[in-house]
């Protein structure tokens, strides 16, 4: 149930228009008839390559940050003593809650000088607050003990941070970049809202416009060479383009499974 539509998507993006029409195995365990043009096409635009790399930056660059904004804000705020506690934690807590909506960020994003900037999908979604407020019940379940024996060694607050807490936290911090991670991947709208370059774009904007593209010039015979039974269909197109942003995301999951299931229990226990 979790596989096959995946594998699906891929033997349909292979197919043709002759090979569907053609067929009438609903199950399609392979590709009925047999083309690489649906990727060919895709991958002719030199702007979709352009999109994988501000996909890959805003992901890559944006996690980092995040990750680090979330740790700086929660730490402190794990901790007692820290003055103003509970009314800073409220602050989070009602942007929780209740944001500005659409028209007043844009106006902020305008305002700042961040608009058709690639910048503004890093810094927009950077400060999360429910991770915040995982990461702070995390912080608040390290035993003192290991703060207090850096004290006694000399070592200020923020060597006890980077020396101490960050390392006993990794599979925390770990855990909440995999969904940063992954959210960015995935994230596509405020690509559309706040870029108008094309050379900025995401790259799912990207082939959500050449799949309206390239099926209307498939629909016209732009592409026909060799006959409408050996090209990819319109539905081909769209698979092709689902496929080719979530292999990706399929080769890393493997290696941060694990980060998921341990975030079901993030912040859930404490000392």
Known sequence: ??????????????????????????????????????????????????????????????????VAVTALAAFPLSKKALPGRKLITWFFLVNLFFVGGLIPTYLTVKAVGLL???????????????????????????????????????AGELRTFYSIILPVALPSLLTIGTWVFFTHWNTWFDSLIYIQTTSKQVVQIHIRKLVIEQSNMLMSGSYIVGGKANQPTEESMRAAGIMITVIPVLIVYPFVKDFFSKGMVLGAVKE
């Not at 690489?36 to 992901?59: C, D, N, P």
């Not at 503004?120 to 024996?149: K, Q």
């Open 1 to 66: 149930t979790v596989i096959y539509p995946l594998y699906y998507l891929l033997m349909y993006s292979l197919s043709t228009y002759g090979g569907i029409a053609g067929s009438k195995d609903p199950i399609m365990l392979l590709p009925a008839g047999f083309t690489w043009k649906a990727y060919e096409m895709l991958f002719s635009q030199h702007y979709i390559h352009t999109g994988f790399m501000v996909t890959i930056f805003r992901t890559v660059v944006g996690s980092a940050l995040s």
């Open 116 to 154: 058709d900037n690639i910048w503004v999908l890093v810094l927009l979604p950077l400060c999360n607050t429910y991770y915040i407020l995982l990461l702070r019940s995390f912080f608040m379940g390290i035993p003192e003990s290991l703060e207090e024996a850096a004290r006694i060694d000399g």
